[in-house]
């Protein structure tokens, strides 16, 4: 089963702390939706007839977008490729994007999940986020959004300077109050060239206190846990029967291809992404050529990106489905880890304990195969 991911690559304005592709002009979004339209046609041989199970729009900002808009991306997904009937289609939204009028045209696209990028509930920290927003929009979006939907995330993000653990824990209890199935919380990360990189750097913000993430992390998991939520990727949690069937495809090794630039693709043997600047792309898709860089993965490579993924999962890393060469030295290098009760072992997978979550990243890399 395949997934389709459709990078909308505009904002109303730049998060300080986001290092993903996108453009706060909207002058040429007509013309990049239709250079969309014609990538997915140029690509429609490619999944040879393979049933795709889920459908993600992602940015950028995808609530900026018309019903139109979206309606015609999802005909053209239709038209050209196989979609199962009970498939997840999942829109990422602003809350100051989110009103009835357009809840009501998402429900009518086919829309049937909704992701909210809250980021935190008080002002102070969205104001600092840089976030189009306010708490009170936040709120109000939460609750309309659950008169449209039954299938809603919220994303959260812990470990700023000035979020307390009092305040972070007010953010969970809102979240959990809400009675919201999903939840993606993230550590903040300051990117390199981002604009929080260069306020941090020309001491104009205070830096991230990795022992205070670490910290939050770990009450994270423990106010979920016992409201619950399955903790099911190291950054995501459900209630049952809501885990995210489109990200868990990534987790899980499966094929997804990724339309609109910069988006990215994998099949199990290759990755390819779209050149990441809109005019460009625009101007290739129109001539017929699809702008993109490819690699192929080695075998080494391919086993290594399966150490990385699996151990982010409840799931853990399946020693049996790697060689018998490969599953040795997985036990002999795990060994360290699970005495230091950063990993254990249950019914042949190699999975992280709490405490080893905290350094998922710094694991997986001491497991990989020699390249």
């Known amino acids: 089963m395949a997934g389709i991911y459709i990078h909308i690559p505009f904002c109303r304005q730049a998060c300080h702390y986001c290092n993903f592709h996108f453009s706060t002009s909207l002058r040429y979004k007509n013309e990049l939706v239709a250079a969309l339209l014609k990538e997915i046609e140029l690509q429609q041989e490619y999944l040879n007839g393979e049933v795709v199970e889920t459908i993600y729009f992602g940015g950028g900002t995808p609530s900026l977008c018309s019903k139109d808009e979206i309606g015609s991306i999802l005909r053209k997904i239709h038209s050209s490729f196989t979609v199962s009937a009970g498939a997840e289609i999942t829109l990422e939204a602003n809350p100051d994007d989110i009103t009835r009028g357009k809840l009501n045209d998402w429900n009518e696209t086919g829309v049937n999940r909704l992701s ?60 959990i109050a809400f009675n919201i199935p999903h939840l993606s919380c993230y550590s903040l990360t300051v990117e390199p060239k981002t604009p929080l990189d260069k306020l941090i750097r020309q001491h104009k913000s205070e830096d991230i206190n990795p022992d205070k993430q670490s910290e939050q992390f770990m009450l994270l998991m423990q106010w979920l846990g016992d ?18 069937r489109h990200n868990s495809s990534y987790w899980q090794g499966k094929r997804y291809f990724g339309f609109g630039p910069s988006a990215h693709s994998f099949d199990g043997n290759a990755r390819w992404w779209n050149i990441a600047n809109n005019n460009s792309y625009i ?5 017929g050529i699809i702008p993109f860089e490819k690699e192929e993965l080695t075998t080494t490579q391919k086993l290594n990106e399966y150490i990385m993924i699996s151990l982010r999962t409840a799931e853990g890393l399946n020693l049996s489905k790697v060689d018998k060469v490969a599953r040795l030295e997985l ?18 997978f190699l999975k992280l304990t709490d405490e080893g979550k905290l350094l998922a990243d710094g694991i997986a890399a001491g497991l990989f195969a020699n390249q």
């Open 116 to 175: 909210i990028g809250i980021q935190s509930f008080f002002d102070e920290d969205l104001q600092w986020m840089n976030r189009a927003h306010n708490s009170q929009q936040a709120m109000d979006s939460v609750q309309l959004a659950k008169d449209h939907f039954d299938n809603i995330t919220i994303d959260l993000i812990y470990g700023t300077p000035a979020l307390t653990n009092e305040k972070w824990k007010q953010n969970i209890r809102k979240a």
């Open 227 to 244: 409201a619950g939520y399955e903790h099911y990727e190291i950054s995501n949690f459900a209630k049952p029967g809501f885990r995210s």
């Open 283 to 287: 101007v290739s898709i129109t001539e």
């Open 331 to 348: 036990q002999a290098a795990s060994k360290k880890y699970i005495e230091n009760g950063l990993m254990k072992i249950e019914d042949d």
